[in-house]
């Protein structure tokens, strides 16, 4: 077989601002999972909350030790990209860069920054709202990187593995003492009368951008905002779940499934307030 390798489902990838396909296997990023990523939806050839995920992406980099990418290069070659598609998702990955076979990264170091366009995503299997169920995988703690989209997401794919029923749309995920943290890709919020909660994700998750935004919107909207640990309970009482993520957005949940016990949160008035209010951006 000869000529350029297909990439299943990208349009277009580029790798330090370049065309190619192909990655330095000393890479710190494939060898170790190195780094970080952002998943970003781009609308009307522009990308949404560009500003929310370079902001994390620079914090992340900071917080792993390593010098970001120039952001006045990362902006253009974003833009660059956006412009290519209409609707779509575009990941930006960035790694530590090129290192010898060793944990100890060298001293000298510039980040590799990989770029991939690719379709928008298929519509939500519901309009109401989506199915979603309790994982059996569990997220293990860690402070140091609470919080960090990093390239380490095993404990997500082990999640995601763990059903294949077209019904179900989004797995939570637990941490070892049976705290709620997040969805296998999404983050979670739950409504109680006008208090609005959402876990606290100080020992593990990841701070996704959607869910920063959701944070902003809360006052807006007349309610309470709670940060906290959260239980299994605390979503089958609530008055509305849903959940966010930046290429998905606002998704609004109407089954819940804790394994034979079907719960269906009767509202999904401020899930739908929220998507319109995204839907202006």
Known sequence: MTGRPKTAGLERVWINGRRAHHLDV????????????????????TLRLLELHLQRLA?????????????????????????????GVLKLIVSRGLGARAYRPPVDVTAT???????APAPLPEARG???RVCRTRLGAN??????????????VLARMEWRDPRIWEGLML????????????????RRARTLQTPLLDRCGVAGV????????????????????MRLTDLAEADEVFLTNAVAGIVPVAVLRIGPRRVRPPSNDVALRLRESLALI
């Open 175 to 190: 941490d070892a003492e049976g705290h709620v943290v997040c969805g296998t890709m999404t983050n979670v919020f739950v």
């Open 113 to 119: 920054r990989v770029l991939m366009l690719g379709a």
């Open 210 to 229: 959607m869910r920063r935004w959701v944070l902003s919107q809360a006052a807006g909207l007349h309610l309470k905002l709670l940060e906290a640990r």
């Open 130 to 132: 989506v199915a979603l």
């Open 143 to 156: 402070p140091r990187l609470a919080g960090l989209k990093t390239l380490n997401r095993l404990e997500s």
């Open 59 to 87: 914090h992340g980099c900071r917080r792993l030790g390593f010098t970001a990418p120039d952001s006045r290069t990362l902006r253009r070659e974003i833009a660059a990209a956006a412009a290519l598609r209409a609707d």
């Open 26 to 45: 000393r890479d710190r990023g494939f060898a170790y999972g190195d780094g970080l990523f952002e998943t970003m939806r781009v609308r009307a050839h």
